[in-house]
């Protein structure tokens, strides 16, 4: 994992917010809002909330249900609390390695499309034990394999034909890197969670045209970090 791997700021979360998130992530954002509105939590923590699709699926299925949304980049909590009908949410910035809040204190906890991105993450899921009650449940959404999302793979080859490095292939160390079942399962239980399920699910990536598409998986992500740092002058 490079410097750049996990830093969402600059243009980037206006970007990610306008051609990202419709293109990957609002589909799988109302899928999870149906999963926790029949939980009917009272208290919700999202971690790795970015510009806030889940925070306001979540909150137009769970009207009545207080959320904290949580993520390490501000830029990106900051674009989230913009979007409309986001007034009584709790935006805060925080490690989702170590949590500011007392234990016990949450009825659901969910990480869309975040877990990839933390260092430890047995750690993390650790943190989310420990803030989640007795009884509640830990809802994370992961990606499969690269080869089954043929636009990024696409975007991925592009860039790694004009930058010819291992740091090229963010997608392939990153975010579709971490889909494993076992190796999932085998971390939420050294974190203390049992009773663990999963379920594949897949959704079509829609866009305007190629070149939202384009502008999405480039530009929307940290590999627009990756690309800055290796076109600035030495």
């Not at 999870?32 to 009917?40: H, I, K, P, S, T």
Request: aromatic share 8%.
């Amino acid at each position: 994992m490079t410097t750049t791997d996990t830093l969402f700021a600059g243009s980037i979360p206006a970007i990610y917010d306008q051609y990202m998130v419709p293109l990957i992530f609002a589909p799988y954002a109302e899928l999870v809002a149906e999963r926790a509105a029949l939980l009917r939590p009272g208290r919700i923590l999202e971690t790795a909330a970015g510009t806030g699709v889940v925070t306001q699926a979540l909150h137009r299925a769970l009207p009545q249900a207080e959320i904290v949304a949580t993520d390490l980049n501000a830029p990106m909590i900051d674009q989230a609390a913009r979007r409309e009908g986001m007034s009584n949410i709790c935006f805060q910035p925080a490690d989702a390695q170590a949590l500011p809040f007392q234990d016990g204190t949450f009825d659901l906890i969910v990480c869309q499309f975040g877990l990839m991105f933390f260092p430890d993450k047995v750690r993390a899921n650790s943190e989310a034990r420990r803030v989640l009650r007795d009884g509640g449940r830990y809802l994370i959404v992961v990606r499969d394999r690269l080869e089954h999302n043929h636009a990024t793979m696409a975007a991925g080859r592009a860039v790694a034909e004009l930058f010819p490095t291992d740091a090229a292939r963010f997608y392939e160390r990153i975010p579709f890197r971490y889909h494993d079942l076992g190796l999932i399962e085998r971390d939420l239980l050294a974190a203390g969670f049992t009773d663990i399920e999963f379920e594949t699910v897949e959704r079509r990536s829609r866009a305007a045209s190629a070149r939202d598409a384009a502008i999405a998986l480039v530009q929307g992500t940290p590999m627009r970090s990756w690309l800055s740092h290796m076109s600035s002058p030495a």
